[in-house]
C-alpha cells in the first residue's frame, strides 16, 4: 500500500533544495509517495502552509533553513519563527531544522522553542544522513546529528543550570558585545546585567572578572 508523503522544503539556496529533493527521492521506500513544494523564502513558505491548512491537506514533513531571509511584512525574520509558526497552523506536522549555526546558545534555543522532531547541522550533513533522518523523522523520532547529540551530551553531562537570560549574555559576549551595549539586547537594566555576570564568574569559577575567560569557561561546558 502506498504511502503519501507530503512534503515542504524552504531554503534559499535553490541547488542545496535540489540536493536533499534527488536525496529523498533516490532513497524513499518503495512504498513511498512523495509529493514535495520548494519555498525559496518566508513569504513563499507562509502561503505554502496557509494554503494546505485551507484545502485540508496539511504537509507531513517541513524542512526548514534558519538562515532565510526575511518576511515582506518583518514578522518573520529566520526559520525559527516559520517553525514556530509552522507549530501552530500545522501541529501534526513533523519539522527537520537544517542550519550552518553549531553555537550551542543557538542550538538550545531552537530546541527549546521548536522541539524539532529532526535537527540536522549542515557541516554535519551527507545523503546517506539525510534520508535517514527522513525515515527515523517518519517513524522513530527525533534524529539529531552528530553535532546537537555532542551538545546535548555536555548539557546533560553538566550539573549547571543557567537560565534563557543568562545563555544570551553569554551568547552577545562570546560574539564580542560589550558590557554596556548588552541592556538594550536583553531588555534589562545596566545594573541587572552586572550582577547577571557576576552570577555566571562565580557559576564558572572564573576569578580575573575578563568577558574572555567568562566565555572561555562557557564554551569549555557547553554553554557558547
Do not use: W
Request: aromatic letters at 6%; hydrophobic letters at 40%; proline letters at 4%.
Amino acid at each position: 500500500m502506498n504511502q503519501k508523503i507530503k512534503i515542504l522544503m524552504i531554503d534559499d539556496h535553490p541547488m542545496i533544495i535540489e540536493g536533499y529533493q534527488n536525496t529523498l527521492l533516490f532513497t524513499k521506500k518503495e512504498s513511498q509517495q512523495l509529493e514535495i513544494d520548494i519555498a525559496n523564502n518566508c513569504d513563499e513558505a507562509i502561503v505554502f502552509m496557509d494554503k494546505s491548512v485551507e484545502k485540508e491537506n496539511p504537509y507531513h514533513v517541513l524542512f526548514v533553513d534558519i538562515s532565510l531571509p526575511p518576511s515582506s511584512d518583518g514578522l518573520m525574520t529566520s526559520g525559527e519563527d516559520l517553525a514556530a509558526y509552522a507549530r501552530k497552523v500545522l501541529p501534526k506536522s513533523k519539522i527537520i531544522i537544517l542550519t550552518m549555526f553549531n553555537e550551542s546558545f543557538r542550538i538550545h534555543n531552537i530546541i527549546k522553542t521548536i522541539d524539532p522532531e529532526g535537527f540536522l547541522i549542515k557541516s554535519d550533513l551527507t545523503s546517506s544522513e539525510l534520508a535517514s533522518a527522513f525515515q527515523a523523522v517518519l517513524s522513530n523520532p527525533p534524529f539529531y546529528s552528530g553535532t546537537v547529540n555532542s551538545f546535548m551530551r555536555k548539557a546533560i553531562r553538566s550539573d549547571i543550570v543557567i537560565d534563557e537570560k543568562n545563555r544570551k549574555i553569554l551568547h552577545l559576549l562570546s560574539q564580542g558585545i560589550k558590557t554596556k551595549n548588552l541592556a538594550s539586547h536583553l531588555d534589562l537594566s545596566l545594573s541587572a546585567v552586572e550582577k547577571r555576570k557576576k552570577q555566571l564568574r562565580e557559576i564558572f569559577d572564573v576569578q580575573d572578572g575578563q568577558d574572555e575567560t567568562l566565555v572561555t569557561a562557557a564554551k569549555n561546558k557547553g554553554f557558547v
